[in-house]
């Protein structure tokens, strides 16, 4: 499992986690609603961690400007 996010959509899915989590802990969302908002933090803070988005992989999307291989490097080995 390659990463596929960047720091900067870590950065903004941590940031997200963080806010839906303050959210349903200060009861400002209640109900389905706020199952869902925690649940969605749940998940994006996972994949922050991670760094690894599956919806990404599905759509061929990479934030990730590392190069995980060297491209014409011609080496058989």
Known sequence: MKENMGTADKIIRFTAALVLAYLYY???VTGATA???LLLGVVLFITAIAGYC??????GISTNKKKSQQ???GDIF
């Open 71 to 73: 491209q014409g490097r």
């Open 35 to 37: 199952i869902l908002a």
């Open 26 to 28: 200060m009861e400002l």
């Open 54 to 59: 599956p919806l990404y992989h599905i759509l």
